[in-house]
């Protein structure tokens, strides 16, 4: 059992901690972007928990056209210091500028994620408990609805059957796909 042993559990609580935190993040931007209910429960459970970090970083970073760029950046960094710990986990050394390159690909792949997750939760819910009201599920359609709503009214009558939900989650995965592996590449040619 030598140092091999504790490097995947040790990879594994820094991608937990520093994606927990980065997803916040990203959803405090996200719930601002689609103009999300803030005095929803859930909402001021994120503002609460990103308050201390990006409140300072606002003073250096302003917003700009209602965009809220300070919790871009901050997610962002949140995810550079989870790929410089993984980095020095694995035995790669210390790379800020690898790490900074590397969290770039990592901050796209997390909001398409978020909205992937959104769309899917919102789904399964319409399915099990059809018109209940929960501030987490609010929160989810004030998030989903800027992608489904222009691809609902584009969609033909489906006798009551909303696919927009499908072929949204369809685009999400192919812009993925398309996007994160040349994001990597040049990366990699960088590094």
């Not at 594994?12 to 601002?32: H, M, S």
């Amino acid at each position: 059992m030598g140092e091999g042993y504790l490097t995947t559990p040790a990879v594994f609580l820094v991608q937990v901690v520093f994606g927990l935190y980065a997803t916040l993040v990203v959803l405090r931007f996200l719930l601002q972007l689609t103009r999300a209910d803030f005095y929803n429960p859930v909402s001021q459970l994120i503002v609460k928990a990103t308050k201390p970090l990006l409140n300072p970083l606002r003073r250096l970073v302003p917003g700009v056209a209602g965009m809220d760029i300070a919790s871009l950046i901050l997610a962002w960094i949140v995810l550079a210091i989870e790929q410089l710990l993984i980095l020095a986990i694995i035995g790669t050394g210390f790379q800020p500028g690898a790490a900074l390159l590397l969290a770039i690909p990592e901050l796209i792949t997390l909001i398409i994620n978020i909205f992937l997750f959104a769309i899917l939760i919102q789904v399964v819910i319409s399915w099990i408990n059809p018109g209940s009201y929960n501030p987490a599920i609010s929160l989810i359609s004030s998030l989903t609805e800027p992608l489904l709503g222009p691809v609902r009214r584009r969609m033909p009558n489906m006798g009551g059957l909303d696919l927009s939900p499908m072929v949204v989650m369809i685009g999400l995965v192919l812009l993925e796909m398309l996007l994160i592996p040349p994001i990597r590449g040049l990366i990699g040619q960088l590094l």
